[in-house]
C-alpha cells in the first residue's frame, strides 16, 4: 500500500479545507458575533496539519490502484468531518465532540440532520460554515481536489469513481480533472442563479446564500429553527422546489443540454423516470392532504415543496409532515429510500438503481414461464451488463441491510421508538435529514446519546460514499502492505 502518497492527497484535502474556511472567517469578522477567533484558529489548525502531512510525506510511487482510491475517499471524509466540526467546538456552540462531529458529518454528507437544541442565538460566521459544508460535500470535496489539482487528477480515475454517486462513473470529457472542473462550473453557476432568485424574492444576502447552499448540496441546513416556513413565502418555496429538482438530476444532462444534445436528454430513461415519479408524487399527495388543508392551492403547495425535499434529499421543511395522514407518510417514506438521479448532489438509493432493480424483478418473473428465452435488459436503448446488474442487486442488499443494521445499533440505546430509530437510520443513510417521530421535522437528534450519535455519523458516511468506500475499511486485506 501507498501510505505515503495517501497521506500526501489526505494533506492537499485539508489545505482545501482549510482555505473553505476562510469565507465563514470573515463573515464572522464582519458580524461580530465573537465566533471570529473560533473559525480562525480551527483554519489555521486545520493548515498546520494538512501542511505537515502534505509536504513531509514523500511517495516513491505516484500510481494510484483502486484500494488506495477507495482508502482515500474514506479517509478523507472522516478528516475533513473531524476538522470540520473544531468551529463548533471551539465557538462553544456544540462543545461536545460526539455533537460537533454529528453536526459536521451531517453537512459534508448533506444529510442535514441536526443536534443543535434552539436556534436562539446563532452567531453567523459558523453557522454559515454549517451550510458552506453542505456545498463541499454536495458535489465532493475530491471532486473539487481533483479540478483543483490536474496532476493528480490526470494520474488516476479511482478517487472520482470512488466518490461518484451513483452504479458507474459518467465522463464529459476525457480528462478527468477537465471533467471535474465542467461539474463545478455547472454547480457554482446554479448555486448563483438560485441565489439571485431568492435574492429577489426579499432574502437578505445571507439568509440567501445559506438556503442557497442548501439547496444545491440537497443538504437542508438552515439559519432558522422552523426551516423554510419561516420566511411565509410562497414565491421562496417555488424557487427552492425548482432548484432542489434540478439539483436532484445527473449534471451531464445539463453539459448535454448547454451543448444541444436534445437527444441524449430525450433518451435518458432515468430522467423520465425522475420526473415521472415527481409528478406523480406531488398528484397524489395533493389528493390525500386536500381534507388536512380544505383547498388545492395549500394542498399542491405544501405537496410540492416536500416531494421535491425529500426526493432530493434536502430535507427542508415547511410544515410538520409527521402529522400528515399515514398514506402521506408512507409515500415520503418510500421516496426517503429511493432519492434522485446518479450523477447529482443527491442522496438515496438513485433512480437508476431502482430502474435496473425493477427490470430485473420482472425479467425474472417472466423468466418463470419462458425459461428458455434470452432476456436481456435495456437501458437508454442499450443492453445493460450483467455484472453491473449483479452489482445493483448486492448494493440494494447492502443499502437495506445497513439501514437494518443501523436503526438496530442505534435502538440498543434504548431512548426512542421503532418508528423514531428506524427512520433515524433511514434518513442517514439516505443523507435526507428528517426522518418521523422523536427526528422529524419538529425534532433533531440532540435526544440521542453520544453512542448514538457515533453510529449515526458512521451511517451518513456510508451512505454518501455509496457504501463500499466506507466499509474497505473494516475489510482486513485492504491495510496490507
Not at 465566533?35 to 500510481?63: C, N, Q
Amino acid at each position: 500500500m501507498n501510505s505515503a502518497l495517501i497521506i500526501r492527497i489526505l494533506g492537499s484535502i485539508g489545505l482545501v479545507e482549510a482555505i473553505s474556511m476562510i469565507p465563514a472567517w470573515v463573515i464572522a469578522l464582519a458580524y461580530g458575533d465573537g465566533d471570529g477567533p473560533a473559525m480562525l484558529y480551527s483554519m489555521l489548525l486545520t493548515a498546520a496539519v494538512a501542511f505537515l502531512m502534505y509536504f513531509f510525506a514523500h511517495p516513491k510511487e505516484r500510481t494510484l490502484r483502486a484500494r488506495e482510491g477507495f482508502l482515500i475517499v474514506a479517509l478523507s471524509w472522516i478528516f475533513l468531518s473531524v476538522f470540520g466540526a473544531l468551529p463548533f467546538l471551539f465557538s462553544g456552540l456544540l462543545p461536545s465532540f460526539p455533537d460537533a462531529l454529528f453536526e459536521s458529518v451531517s453537512g459534508f454528507t448533506t444529510t442535514g440532520a441536526t443536534v443543535l437544541p434552539s436556534f436562539d442565538f446563532m452567531p453567523h460566521g459558523v453557522i454559515f460554515w454549517r451550510s458552506f459544508t453542505h456545498w463541499i460535500g454536495g458535489m465532493g470535496v475530491l471532486v473539487l481536489t481533483l479540478a483543483l489539482l490536474p496532476r493528480l487528477a490526470d494520474r488516476s480515475s479511482h478517487l472520482m469513481r470512488a466518490e461518484s454517486p451513483g452504479p458507474s462513473l459518467s465522463k464529459l470529457v476525457p480528462r478527468i480533472g477537465d471533467s471535474a472542473k465542467i461539474l463545478y462550473m455547472i454547480y457554482i453557476a446554479l448555486t448563483s442563479m438560485e441565489m439571485i432568485a431568492l435574492l429577489f424574492c426579499g432574502l437578505d444576502p445571507y439568509d440567501a446564500a445559506i438556503h442557497a447552499l442548501g439547496t444545491a448540496g440537497t443538504g437542508g441546513f438552515s439559519n432558522y429553527g422552523d426551516s423554510v416556513a419561516h420566511f411565509q413565502s410562497g414565491q421562496v418555496e417555488l424557487v427552492m422546489t425548482i432548484f432542489m429538482c434540478l439539483f436532484g438530476i445527473n449534471f451531464a444532462i445539463f453539459y448535454f443540454g448547454i451543448h444541444r444534445s436534445w437527444k441524449e436528454i430525450r433518451n435518458n430513461e432515468e430522467l423520465r423516470w425522475y420526473l415521472g415519479i415527481l409528478i406523480t408524487a406531488i398528484l397524489v399527495l395533493t389528493v390525500m392532504l386536500l381534507p388536512v388543508y380544505g383547498d388545492f392551492s395549500s394542498s399542491i403547495r405544501y405537496a410540492s415543496f416536500q416531494t421535491a425535499s425529500v426526493v432530493s434529499t434536502s430535507g427542508f421543511c415547511t410544515v410538520d409532515f409527521d402529522l400528515w395522514p399515514v398514506q402521506a407518510r408512507m409515500v415520503l417514506f418510500v421516496l426517503m429510500f429511493m432519492g434522485s438521479c446518479a450523477g447529482s448532489t443527491a442522496g438515496g438509493m438513485k433512480v437508476i438503481r431502482v430502474i435496473l432493480l425493477l427490470k430485473q424483478g420482472h425479467r425474472e418473473i417472466r423468466h418463470t414461464f419462458q425459461p428458455r428465452k434470452v432476456q436481456r435488459i435495456r437501458l437508454d436503448g442499450h443492453g445493460v451488463d450483467e455484472s453491473m446488474l449483479h452489482s445493483i442487486s448486492a448494493f440494494g442488499f447492502a443499502y437495506i441491510f445497513i439501514v437494518l443494521l443501523g436503526a438496530f445499533l442505534i435502538a440498543l440505546e434504548g431512548k426512542y421508538d421503532l418508528i423514531t430509530n428506524f427512520t433515524a437510520s433511514l434518513t442517514c443513510v439516505s443523507n435526507v435529514g428528517p426522518g418521523f417521530g422523536a427526528v422529524g421535522p419538529s425534532g433533531s437528534f440532540a435526544g440521542y446519546g453520544p453512542y448514538a450519535k457515533i453510529i449515526s455519523s458512521l451511517l451518513m458516511l456510508a451512505g454518501r460514499l455509496e457504501l463500499y468506500p466506507l466499509l474497505v475499511l473494516f475489510h482486513p486485506n485492504v491495510w496490507k502492505t
